[in-house]
């Protein structure tokens, strides 16, 4: 998935908005996060769904995402992206 958005809240950085494009294609979606661009070992599984709130980040720590696309086919990987 490429395109997708990561908004943190202002009042409460521990927050996390990430909203990505629909895709036809994907049965569900896994994003990813974490410290590195090489180290997201967080990770969530999204069905029927195109954004996820996270409410579970720590403060003053920048964090990096990518958001994957699967179907039976096997597993697209997105691009990463950081978000302070």
Request: aromatic share 14%; proline share 4%; no cysteine.
């Amino acid at each position: 998935i490429t395109g997708f958005t990561v908004t943190r809240d202002a009042a409460d950085p521990r927050h996390a908005h990430i909203q990505w494009p629909h895709t036809t294609d994907a049965d569900f979606y896994i994003v990813r996060y974490g410290i590195a661009p090489q180290r997201l070992f967080g990770n969530y599984q999204v069905y029927n769904a195109d954004s996820l709130d996270i409410r579970a980040l720590n403060t003053g720590v920048k964090y990096y995402f990518t958001v994957d696309a699967v179907n039976g086919s096997g597993i697209t990987r997105g691009t990463t992206i950081t978000a302070r």
